[in-house]
């Protein structure tokens, strides 16, 4: 399975950008899709993950209602939208396909290369 995120940018606090993360190959195995981040210095974070059902969604406390994912199985696609950007959000963000559910990096077996969201404040 291969998963080519796009999407990031550089955009001021209260700002809003969305990433995209393709998947080809042999999707069944990416029945949960996820998001991370990982800030200069820090840990590489959860920050939301959906189920196959578009309804099955999971999001950190730091991004929960601001940040929206979602999934079209049709294109093989997820995507997040992140609104009301903080700097605090500045980061790499990968996207991440796994066979089981769960926010634990060790959880998913496919990562994409990461795009970078910078927020200025």
């Known amino acids: 399975v291969q998963l080519q995120a796009s999407g990031g940018g550089l955009v001021q606090a209260g700002g809003s950008l969305r990433l995209s993360c393709a998947a080809s190959g042999r999707t069944f195995g990416t029945a949960i899709m996820g998001w991370f981040r990982q800030a200069p210095g820090k840990e590489r974070e959860f920050v939301a993950g959906i189920g196959w059902s578009p309804s099955s969604t999971d999001y950190s406390d730091s991004v929960k209602g601001r940040f929206t994912i979602s999934r079209d199985n049709a294109k093989n696609t997820v995507y997040l939208q992140m609104n009301s950007l903080k700097p605090d959000d500045t980061g790499v963000y990968y996207c991440?396909?796994?066979?089981?559910?769960?926010?634990?990096?060790?959880?998913?077996?496919?990562w994409g290369q990461g795009t970078q969201v910078t927020v200025s404040s």
């Open positions: 991440a396909g796994s066979p089981s559910a769960g926010r634990n990096l060790a959880n998913y077996n496919y």
